[in-house]
């Protein structure tokens, strides 16, 4: 049976003969009651208050669980992030290799042609000085076949009295060539 402080300020006690004084159980048993109240009302406190710390454990163990879990998920995505920006780099880098073959391929295929541009060049450089060269050495020999012509009809005419300058065929063709 549970007692309350009640209980204990009503309980009645038989009367003997030779018993105890009733003003003192009666002083004894509401002084028994008060403490016996207030160890209740402080149990019930205590009670509360393990109530109250049992809740907040409770909160701090999930508090506690939901930051493991999120720490976990972050060293997760920040591995994943750092594992996706090299795979990131290694293409960049990778493509940018490629190009730069592309490049040099291209620079390489550009030079040939230039080459032999400037040896298509060169030939026909040649070739044109060679004819050139043939040209006027056949107009030099015209030139002198016609100034013995010349020469001759200067002559004639000379003689004749026409007064006529001699020109020198040689002079004008070593004048033309520089």
Do not use: C
Not at 14 to 27: A, I, L, S, Y
Request: hydrophobic fraction near 35%; charged fraction near 40%; glycine fraction near 2%.
């Amino acid at each position: 049976m549970k007692l309350t402080p009640i209980d204990i300020k009503k309980q009645e006690f038989k009367k003997g003969m030779r018993g105890f004084d009733p003003v003192e159980v009666e002083t004894f048993l509401d002084m028994v009651s008060k403490e016996f109240e207030d160890l209740l009302k402080h149990n019930k406190e205590l009670k509360d208050k393990v109530l109250e710390l049992d809740t907040q454990m409770k909160d701090y163990k999930q508090l506690e669980t939901t930051l493991r879990q999120t720490l976990t998920q972050a060293q997760e995505t920040a591995e994943k992030s750092l594992e996706n920006s090299r795979k990131e780099a290694q293409l960049i880098v990778q493509e940018a290799e490629l190009k730069a073959n592309q490049i040099v391929d291209r620079a390489r295929v550009d030079l040939s042609k230039v080459k032999e541009e400037v040896s298509t060049l060169k030939a026909k450089k040649e070739a044109m000085l060679s004819r050139l060269k043939v040209l006027l050495h056949s107009e030099v020999d015209l030139l002198k076949a016609l100034e013995l012509d010349d020469d001759e009809q200067l002559q004639r005419s000379m003689s004749k009295g026409t007064g006529k300058a001699n020109f020198d065929v040689d002079e004008i063709v070593r004048t033309l060539d520089t």
